[in-house]
């Protein structure tokens, strides 16, 4: 016996997974995560037995509900579901899956067209942060097709705005948790001592943000030697221990956070470049509100960006992150009375639905 839970299997950004009507999944909080654990296939290492792509990117999901606050269209909560442990990670946004929501709303009948474009507020229920979304709707539908193009996805689609109201702080106290721009940390690694400077920095995503060379690598390192990089990896855990520490968040040891990032001078014609890591996997390519979190450091004079990114001039400033597989250009507007401040964050994405139908649970998971 099996239990079909209804659901759409949706491409976000770079990102993909199933998306849940709230009222689809137990209201249970334990109970759903046994749930969704099942049917992603996890814990295993190739997601063999659920819809898992046995990567980060591609263990994710979306759960969507009616708005519950004043002036709030929808409600979207993220879980991202660890590929090797049985683990269901709620505490962090995903800007890549947040594409999908207004179109999944449009496709479900939880929000109607509004004319040839359609905007909606969202709130992201894992940090409470509100943004404005707008997708394309001729003729009163969701629009797929479309010219907009996003490094990491291959082909064209219809453009998805995001304009983000309130990044600053999503999971930490404020945008620099530990109130420095740029600090010194030391750490043991392997009977070794590791000393160089970081940026801890939350502006959508909670970052722990230093120099490759710092770490005797160039920053332009392909995803797979990064991932092979043993030594790398365990210089980079023992460090995002000690800042999610440093900036707040305890023991970060079971959690997909903060993520960390090398940074290196540009050298396809963006502001930076970059390789994140998600938090123990090199990223294909970069998540949307980590790329928001590192175009806001380079923006930040002190920060250990300062002098690796080239950045225009003026309050408005488009900001090119370069990553593995392109780049993500990010549109940020300072505030003029606080140069340590983002008023507004910007972007653009695409996103489609795959597939609608049912996933399968073992009764055994759960029997309503």
């Not at 409470?128 to 629009?143: F, K, L, N, S, Y």
């Not at 956070?257 to 050298?267: D, G, H, N, W």
């Amino acid at each position: 016996m099996q239990t079909p839970i209804p659901c759409l299997f949706m491409r976000g950004g770079t990102s993909r997974g199933p998306f849940f009507l709230e009222s689809d999944l137990p209201a249970d909080t334990a109970l759903r995560d046994r749930v969704l654990l099942a049917a992603m296939g996890s814990p295993d290492r190739r997601e063999i037995d659920g819809l898992g792509g046995a990567h980060p990117l591609t263990s994710k999901v979306g759960i969507v509900r009616r708005g519950s606050e004043p002036g709030v269209d929808l409600d979207f909560l993220f879980a991202q579901v660890v590929v090797d442990k049985p683990v269901v990670d709620t505490t962090p946004n995903c800007g890549n899956m947040l594409a999908a929501v207004v179109p999944f709303a449009l496709e479900t009948g939880l929000v109607r067209a509004q004319g040839e474009t359609s905007t909606f507020r969202v709130l992201t229920r894992n940090t409470g942060m509100q943004c404005d979304i707008t997708v394309a709707t001729p003729g009163g539908r969701i629009e797929y097709a479309g010219d907009a193009r996003i490094d990491g996805v291959p082909g064209t689609a219809a453009p998805i705005r995001i304009h983000f109201l309130d990044t600053a702080g999503s999971v930490c106290a404020g945008l620099l948790p530990t109130g420095q721009l740029r600090e010194r940390v030391c750490v043991g690694v392997a009977d070794a001592q590791l000393e160089l400077d970081v940026t801890c920095i939350d502006n959508g995503m909670p970052m722990v943000l230093m120099r490759a060379g710092d770490l005797g690598r160039s920053g332009y390192e392909t995803p797979a030697e990064l991932n092979a990089d043993t030594g790398l990896k365990a210089q980079l855990e023992a460090l995002r221990l000690e800042c999610g520490r440093r900036m707040g968040l305890g023991d970060v040891k079971d959690k997909t956070y903060p993520k960390m990032c090398l940074l290196a001078p540009a050298r396809a014609g963006g502001s930076l470049s970059t390789r994140c890591f998600i938090p123990h996997v090199c990223h294909e390519a970069i998540g949307v509100l980590a790329a928001v979190t590192v175009a806001t450091a380079c923006v930040l004079e002190g920060s250990v960006a300062d002098g690796l990114a080239r950045v225009p001039e003026g309050a408005a400033k488009a900001v090119c992150v370069e990553h593995p597989s392109g780049e993500f250009t990010v549109e940020l507007e300072l505030d003029p009375s606080d140069a340590r401040k983002v008023a507004r964050a910007a972007l653009l994405r695409t996103a489609r639905l795959i597939m609608r139908g049912e996933v399968m649970v073992p009764a055994q998971v759960w029997s309503p």
